[in-house]
């Protein structure tokens, strides 16, 4: 079976209109995206409610796992996490996270890079009677882009630990 799959970092939907048009001309099968916010308030401007705008405009299934809550940009009435949307049904979710869980009290400056919560989103598809296991991930990273620090080590440990002896892997994101 052949799947057209897209990875794609909306920049906290700062790429969202850009998104939508390439999505839409390019047709994919999977979509796993990073930097997405999900909010359920239609007072939040469309950037802070890009799950939904995306999930809209697809048409798909779609799984949003959260990293925390942003009270930086919409007083805590979304969360910033990641996507994945596929044209087949979702037939499981899992999030598994890294060194630092979700957080409500996270703040996303500069000097708290090092200190974003991030995870691994795992999405189980059904197409055409096989299973297909899809995961996405935003990796941690902070200002010196060289340090393997203990967040991107635990990263790795969770990767290996959950693909592991999963049938049909897709694995992407931005690390």
Known sequence: MNLKV????????????DAVKFLL??????VLA??????????V??????????????GFYSDFAPTY???DHTDGKSQRGNSIFSRFPIAETKISHFSIPYNEAYRDVPGNFHLCPRNLQHVKIEANS?????????????????????????MAEVILREI?????????GDT
């Open 130 to 154: 096989k299973e297909i296991n899809v995961f996405n991930v935003h990796g941690p990273w902070d200002l010196d882009g060289d340090n393997f620090n203990q967040q991107r080590r635990d």
């Open 69 to 71: 809550r942003d009270f």
């Open 34 to 43: 990073q930097e997405v916010f999900s909010s359920e308030d239609e007072s």
């Open 6 to 17: 897209i990875c794609l970092n909306i920049w906290g939907g700062g790429l969202l209109d």
């Open 164 to 172: 592991k002896d999963k049938p049909n892997v897709i694995l992407g």
């Open 45 to 58: 401007e469309p950037r802070y409610r890009s799950h939904q705008v995306l999930a809209t405009n697809l």
């Open 25 to 30: 001309e390019e047709n994919p099968d999977i």
